[in-house]
């Protein structure tokens, strides 16, 4: 017999696209662009400090990865949190976090001040990312839920054009703190998410608190009027790594993990430096590297919304490998031609931005397939473990750029073959253990088999 749960979820993933799903999209997703914008921020204040404090490319590589570490941290930390007490106060609470560190980064004196502020701001921005793609995933009808997914991803790359702008006309004419100061203002928009952001109508079933659940659902614009009464399903345990790992979801953990790691790894080492590479290695000037960086950034948009036609045409699989596939291609040529000595702007340009949109392309399908792959009661935890091991690639990539371009010597080229090689691993794991979820619903995606072959 059905039950009120089953009718509300079915209702859920049948219902179809309506102005409730596009306005909860663009809620959170100007949360993911503010959050883009401050990471975005820190790739060009860093070059002005970095001249500022007399910075070797090892510290500015240190400056980078401590803060994706703090990712790290509030990844793990947001996405267990966001199984227990909900999608929405964690998204909250996150947004408040590291707007307000970021404002108390203007008021750093020192290298190591530095360091601590930017771990805390990464604790925030780690952990409203899995969060936020957790939330649109639940809400979103079984048809359309990849392309609601990408495109609330799509506003990362807003958020990095808007870190740009700033980049480019306030950090050479007015400083690096006024910066700092400008990323503290989405502090303000919490107040229109707590006004505008209903919870996740599937974490309350699963807290068994089916009234608010069906409150939460109409506001969506889902009214499950037909209800046959039964007993209410029983709440599920909150997930733990430990159910990670079993046998139902061990290959999809595994999976995830190598493409988060792969893809963190590669975009946060090759985009975070980037401005530094130009005038440092190629000897641009500040505010002609930050406008070649907003030009390569402004391909991130045609990446996002073809990457958001695609997936559900082509499936979530061949369209995240055909991506990966052509963002290694475009990286090795980007190193070799776009940054080689003898290189044209126009050359620059062009490999700098099919690099872009190639890989924020991807990235769309990774935070759409992701949440996908596991059931709600540990939806949140495996996303954000997922983003977390993600981080720790963060962590090493930035690192590991400085090292190569400052203590090893060893050019630009090295760099982007090394980011080349890991984005063509990451497509074989994608295409060897993924599994595709094109049309099903959340609940049948996270119960299909997953030890099927390729």
Same mark, same amino acid.
């Given at each position: 017999?059905?039950?009120?749960?089953?009718?509300?979820?079915?209702?859920?993933?049948?219902?179809?696209?309506?102005?409730?799903? /596009?306005?909860?999209?663009?809620?959170?997703?100007?949360?993911?662009?503010?959050?883009?914008?401050?990471?975005?921020?820190?790739?060009?204040?860093?070059?002005?400090? #970095?001249?500022?404090?007399?910075?070797?490319? #090892?510290?500015?590589?240190?400056?980078?990865?401590?803060? +994706?570490?703090?990712?790290?941290?509030?990844?793990?930390?947001?996405?267990?949190?966001?199984?227990?007490?909900?999608?929405?106060?964690?998204?909250?609470?996150?947004?408040?976090?590291?707007?307000?560190?970021?404002?108390?980064?203007?008021?750093?004196?020192?290298?190591?001040?530095?360091?601590?502020?930017?771990?805390?701001?990464? +604790?925030?921005?780690?952990?409203?990312?899995?969060?936020?793609?957790?939330?649109?995933?639940?809400?979103?009808?079984?048809?359309?839920?990849?392309?609601?997914?990408?495109?609330?991803?799509?506003?990362?790359?807003?958020?990095?054009?808007?870190?740009?702008?700033?980049?480019?006309?306030?950090?050479?004419?007015?400083?690096?703190?006024?910066?700092?100061?400008?990323?503290?203002?989405?502090?303000?928009?919490?107040?229109?998410?707590?006004?505008?952001?209903?919870?996740?109508?599937?974490?309350?079933?699963?807290?068994? /608190?089916?009234?608010?659940?069906?409150?939460?659902?109409?506001?969506?614009?889902?009214?499950?009027?037909?209800?046959?009464?039964?007993?209410?399903?029983?709440?599920?345990?909150?997930?733990?790594?430990?159910?990670?790992?079993?046998?139902?979801?061990?290959? /999809?953990?595994?999976?995830?993990?190598?493409?988060?790691?792969?893809?963190?790894?590669?975009?946060?080492?090759?985009?975070?430096?980037?401005?530094?590479?130009?005038?440092?290695?190629?000897?641009?000037?500040?505010?002609?590297?930050?406008?070649?960086?907003?030009?390569? !950034?402004?391909?991130?948009?045609?990446?996002?919304?073809?990457?958001? #036609?695609?997936?559900?045409?082509?499936?979530?699989?061949? !369209?995240?490998v055909s991506y990966l596939l052509g963002c290694a291609v475009a990286t090795l040529l980007f190193g070799l031609?776009?940054?080689?000595?003898?290189?044209?702007?126009?050359?620059? +340009?062009?490999?700098?931005?099919?690099?872009?949109?190639?890989?924020?392309?991807?990235?769309?399908?990774?935070?759409?397939?992701?949440?996908?792959?596991?059931?709600?009661?540990?939806?949140?935890?495996?996303?954000?473990?997922?983003?977390?091991?993600?981080?720790?690639?963060?962590?090493?990539?930035?690192?590991?750029?400085?090292?190569?371009?400052?203590?090893?010597?060893?050019?630009?080229?090295?760099?982007?073959?090394?980011?080349? #090689?890991?984005?063509?691993?990451?497509?074989?794991?994608?295409?060897?253990?993924?599994?595709?979820?094109?049309?099903?619903?959340?609940?049948?995606?996270?119960?299909?088999?997953?030890?099927?072959?390729?």
């Amino acid at each position: 017999m059905a039950t009120e749960t089953h009718t509300l979820q079915h209702e859920l993933d049948v219902q179809p696209l309506g102005p409730g799903h /596009r306005r909860i999209t663009i809620l959170a997703g100007l949360g993911w662009m503010f959050d883009a914008m401050d990471i975005g921020l820190l790739s060009f204040v860093l070059v002005a400090i #970095a001249r500022e404090w007399d910075l070797s490319q #090892a510290q500015v590589g240190t400056a980078i990865s401590v803060g +994706l570490f703090g990712m790290f941290v509030g990844a793990l930390v947001a996405g267990t949190l966001a199984d227990r007490v909900g999608r929405k106060p964690i998204m909250l609470a996150t947004l408040v976090l590291y707007s307000a560190a970021t404002g108390l980064t203007a008021l750093a004196w020192g290298y190591g001040a530095l360091l601590v502020l930017r771990f805390i701001t990464g +604790l925030g921005l780690g952990g409203e990312l899995p969060v936020a793609s957790t939330l649109v995933a639940e809400i979103a009808p079984a048809r359309h839920r990849g392309r609601l997914v990408v495109l609330l991803e799509s506003f990362w790359a807003y958020g990095w054009i808007l870190a740009a702008i700033i980049g480019y006309l306030v950090v050479p004419q007015y400083g690096w703190r006024i910066a700092f100061l400008l990323g503290a203002l989405p502090a303000l928009y919490v107040f229109v998410l707590r006004r505008g952001l209903p919870e996740s109508p599937r974490f309350l079933l699963r807290q068994g /608190r089916h009234d608010e659940a069906r409150l939460a659902a109409a506001r969506i614009g889902v009214h499950a009027d037909v209800v046959i009464e039964d007993d209410p399903m029983p709440t599920e345990k909150q997930g733990t790594i430990r159910q990670l790992w079993t046998a139902a979801y061990g290959r /999809r953990t595994l999976m995830l993990w190598l493409l988060w790691f792969g893809m963190v790894f590669s975009y946060y080492g090759i985009f975070t430096w980037l401005p530094q590479i130009l005038t440092s290695e190629l000897g641009y000037g500040l505010q002609t590297s930050f406008g070649f960086v907003l030009i390569i !950034t402004l391909a991130q948009v045609p990446g996002y919304f073809s990457a958001a #036609a695609l997936v559900e045409r082509w499936g979530r699989k061949p !369209t995240l490998v055909s991506y990966l596939l052509g963002c290694a291609v475009a990286t090795l040529l980007f190193g070799l031609r776009g940054l080689g000595a003898d290189a044209s702007r126009e050359e620059l +340009l062009l490999w700098g931005s099919l690099v872009s949109f190639f890989n924020l392309g991807a990235w769309g399908v990774v935070y759409a397939y992701t949440p996908e792959l596991y059931p709600t009661a540990i939806r949140g935890s495996g996303t954000g473990w997922a983003a977390g091991i993600g981080r720790v690639g963060g962590i090493v990539g930035p690192y590991l750029v400085g090292l190569m371009l400052g203590t090893w010597n060893l050019g630009t080229f090295a760099v982007f073959s090394m980011f080349a #090689a890991v984005l063509l691993v990451i497509a074989v794991d994608v295409w060897c253990l993924g599994e595709e979820t094109k049309d099903q619903t959340l609940e049948t995606a996270a119960a299909a088999p997953a030890f099927e072959t390729a």
